[in-house]
Each structure stands twice: as C-alpha cells, then as structure tokens.
C-alpha cells in the first residue's frame, strides 16, 4: 500500500513560494497527489498543504527534512512533514454520554479514522465494559471537586504514559487545567454543544431553547485556557421550531455532535488543520 510524506507549511506572504516548494519537490523526484493553499490577505500569511507519493522522492522522511530545511529558512516557514506511515495515536476522554464515544469507536474499527485510538479515560465507570468488548483498555479516574488537581494530575501521567499524539473530549464535562491546555496546546479537541460562540458554557441546548432560537448546533474546536473559545475546526446545525422540548433539542443535538466530532478528528489527523491565532485554515 502507497504512503506519503505530508509537508504542512503556514509562513509570511509572498510571491515564489508555491513555485519554491514545487520546484524543490519536482527537483527530487518527487510527485504531488494533492496540493492545497490559501493566502489570508488580511494576515498577510500564506498556508500550504502537500501530500508527496514517498516511493517517488526516493528519500526517507529525515532525509526529506534536512534536505528541505534550507527552503524552511528561506520563507521563515513554521512547517512539519509527516510519514503516513505512523499513526497518530488518539487518547478519548468521556464522562457519561456515550454518543460520540461510540460513533468514534465504530468509525475507529472501521477503518475511518486515520489514527488510532489506544485507550480511554473517564471520571465514571459506566462505559468500562463497551470499551474493553473493543480491546481497549479503559481508566476511571474520578475529578472530586476537592481533589481536582490530583485527579488532574493522574490524567496528565496516562495521556503521557500512552504516548497520546491528540486528546479528544468526546463529551467530557470537565474543564480542563490550564497546564495541560498549554501542554498539550493544538492537540485536545473538544465537541461543545452548541453552535459557538452563542451559548457557551452549561445545558446550551436549554439556554437555545429559552432562547427560542430556529436553528441548533454544535462545534468541533481545540481546547484552550478560555472555556470554549478556542479555535473552530467544524461545525454544523440542526433546524427546530416552536414545537420541539428542550429534550428534542438534546436528541437533535446528539446526531450533529457526533457528525461534527467525527470530521474535525479526520481532518485533524489527516494533516487538514492550520491553526493561526484563534482561527483554522481547514483543507478538507
């Protein structure tokens, strides 16, 4: 099966860049299976995406690195570059909804995800057993409101000590520290549901239906020191009327929130997701 080098690049501006980074690759043989960038004139900042067939450049992926370290300087790049050879590893975290938890494990075993998900962590033990039926082992680690940092604490040592690429709160009702939103800064994605920045916080669909709003949603986004704020990867919404109960809004609300978890996960692992200040730049 083909893999591919994956060059992810966000810089200044400027005219030759695409030319540069084509030419070089061409230059070593290399060929492009897909090509995406965006200039934000506003930012004045350039984003770039490539995936290069690795058979074809003939290089490993270190070599592939040093060699194109000089480009890198040339356009003050901020760059990775990624063998889709190693699977990122994705640790979930859950409270008692179970929704997204479920649909991320079947599109998990199904071969959706371009990653994989090597364990589980909640402050409840009523999935334990759905998760092990998955082979995957599963940490109860209760967050008393006295014992937080030490609940805290024990969450950090296992994301560690399963050498987590990405956290994803899949429904978890924990806020979580502020040193571990700067550890593991752009890699903890979080389903909020609501469509942000309208109804942050707690029961968002009750405050919607207070509200007396027409359209539901939710919101796929990375998690930082501000509750709920930090930047939107995806998100989608759901119509309703005057009928609907604020228990209707929560049903509606579980479709889209796994729909949306789902894709911003994807894209995230595919390499889709350029964070710039508190806004994406997402080549889906």
Not at 65 to 72: G, R, W
Not at 246 to 265: C, M, N, T
């Amino acid at each position: 099966m083909s893999h591919y080098y994956r060059l992810v690049v966000s810089c200044p501006d400027r005219r030759g860049i695409v030319a540069r980074v084509s030419g070089f690759i061409a230059g070593h043989g290399g060929s492009i299976t897909e090509a995406n960038q965006h200039s934000d004139l506003e930012a004045g900042r350039f984003f770039m995406r490539y995936e290069i067939l690795a058979d074809s450049i003939g290089m490993t992926a270190a070599e592939l690195e040093e060699a194109f370290e000089p480009v890198a300087r040339e356009f003050d790049m901020d760059w990775a570059l990624r063998d889709t050879r190693r699977r990122p590893r994705v640790v979930v975290m859950v409270s008692r909804e179970s929704h997204c938890l479920v649909d991320l494990l079947y599109r998990w075993t199904a071969g959706e995800l371009e990653g994989d998900i090597v364990g589980v962590i909640s402050n409840h033990d009523d999935m334990r057993s759905m998760v092990e039926w998955h082979g995957l082992p599963y940490y109860h680690v209760a967050v008393p409101a006295d014992y937080k940092s030490a609940a805290f604490g024990e969450v950090e040592r296992l994301v560690e000590e399963m050498e987590a690429d990405t956290v994803v709160l899949a429904r978890y009702m924990q806020i979580l520290p502020p040193r571990l939103c700067e550890r593991y800064a752009g890699r903890v994605i979080n389903i909020h549901h609501s469509f942000l920045p309208s109804f942050a916080g707690a029961r968002p669909y009750h405050q919607a239906h207070s509200r007396g709003v027409k359209l539901i949603g939710a919101t796929c986004h990375y998690v930082t020191e501000e509750l709920d704020a930090g930047p939107i990867i995806e998100q989608d919404i759901h119509r309703v009327s005057h009928c609907h109960t604020p228990q209707d809004l929560v049903r509606f609300g579980r479709d889209v929130e796994k729909a949306v978890l789902a894709r911003g996960l994807r894209w995230h692992l595919e390499d889709r997701v350029l964070i710039h200040g508190n806004k994406t730049v997402v080549f889906a």
